[in-house]
């Protein structure tokens, strides 16, 4: 039954990941001066950051009736003498305990080649971020406790499903939040001081002259893992995304309900062009599971659906950490495959589809594996 294999693929460990999540906890120790793997493109890239405040939701994670905050990073090419000023929109989605900086590689490589990245940290289920107050927010203890809980062997198949939704509930609005403040931003040109939180002038304007360059007739939306399992239901309930990349991610949003051992999905096909891109682990299980596990179902029925695998790769595979904490990535599941050689390899898919599919440079041809 698929109903035990699937959880290993929902986050990024168990009680390993608690354990150094607890002993590490210096982060700008852990994570210091990486700024990805060298760049295809013509543009050189640039980054800014700010806050967005989303004045319709209270932080679920405090009880002091704050709003939820949700910092965002921009990756942008740098135009100065080039001609082309009107770039596609990406949006990326952090695993479970990940970060913002999770997949800096893939950004730099996407910006260098005329996208705007837009890189969410979503607070209290990242590692760490800051809030507005300078404050560092870490991993909230009761999400621990409900991604430790999933992967217990007693846990049914419709606890999870009601549990990976309360997450995936938070990040969709997230996204969400995020991807209308943009467009919203874009349109009336100005950052509007409740919706975001900026740390001086300079920043302000450097963000507009961003999304004076933005076409946003033009999005795609990645993850990975929950974040990937994020991408895929924002790909489902929005009618402005033109592409989804599910990194190594089980489509949990995609699982309506499970009862008497049947489990329910949405009637209608997956609408937008969608991506899978798994290790090899997750790929042995899902051929042996066949139409019993999700992303099987939602890609089989997909308007246009591919999937392909790395050789070798293991989950953490699909981010940067093997390359700037290859210990803590050791410890989270990598592969015997080149750590460099894979997310190289990753990012020139990734840099390939999004150009098919935002671009309309051409066609991709996705290979059974890689």
Known sequence: MMKKKNKGFIIAGS????????????????????????????????????I????????????????????VYFYYPDTEGKKEKSFPLVIFSHGAFGYYQSNTSTYMELASNGYIVVSLDHPYHSFFTMDTEGKT????????????????????????IELSHTWLDTRVADINFVLNSVKEAKETQTLKDEAWYVSDNET?????????????????????????????TIGRTRDDIDAVIDLDGTML??????????????????????????????????????????????????MDGQYTYFEGSGHMNFTD??????????????????????????????????????????????????
Do not use: W
Not at 58 to 65: N, R, V
Not at 140 to 154: A, G, I
């Open 321 to 370: 950490l093997p390359l700037f904490s290859p210990v803590l990535a050791s410890l989270l599941g990598v592969g015997e495959v080149d750590a460099t050689e894979c997310i190289t390899t990753m990012n020139g898919v990734i840099l390939d589809y999004f150009n098919c599919y935002l671009k309309d440079e051409g066609t991709v041809v996705i290979k059974e594996c890689y």
């Open 137 to 160: 927010v870490t991993v909230n203890p009761e999400f621990l406790q409900q991604v430790m809980k999933v992967n217990e062997e007693s846990v049914s198949e419709k606890e999870v």
């Open 204 to 232: 302000e304007m450097e963000i507009l002259e961003i999304l004076s360059m933005l076409n946003t007739e033009e999005i795609g939306v990645m993850g990975h893992s929950l974040g990937g399992a994020a991408s895929v």
């Open 253 to 302: 949003g995609e699982e309506l309900d499970y009862e008497n051992g049947v489990y329910e999905y949405y009637e209608e096909n997956y609408p937008v062009p969608l991506l899978s891109l798994n290790s090899q682990a997750h790929q042995e299980l899902s051929d042996e599971a066949n139409l019993l596990y999700v992303n099987n179902v939602v890609l089989e029925n997909a």
């Open 15 to 50: 009680v390993i990941l608690v354990l150094v999540l607890m002993i590490v906890l210096i982060p700008k120790i852990l994570f210091t001066d990486y700024e990805g793997l060298p760049t295809s493109g013509d543009y050189a890239v640039k980054t800014v950051s700010a």
């Open 52 to 71: 967005t405040i989303d004045e319709s939701r209270l932080e679920s994670f405090e009880a002091d009736g704050s709003n939820r905050e949700v910092p």
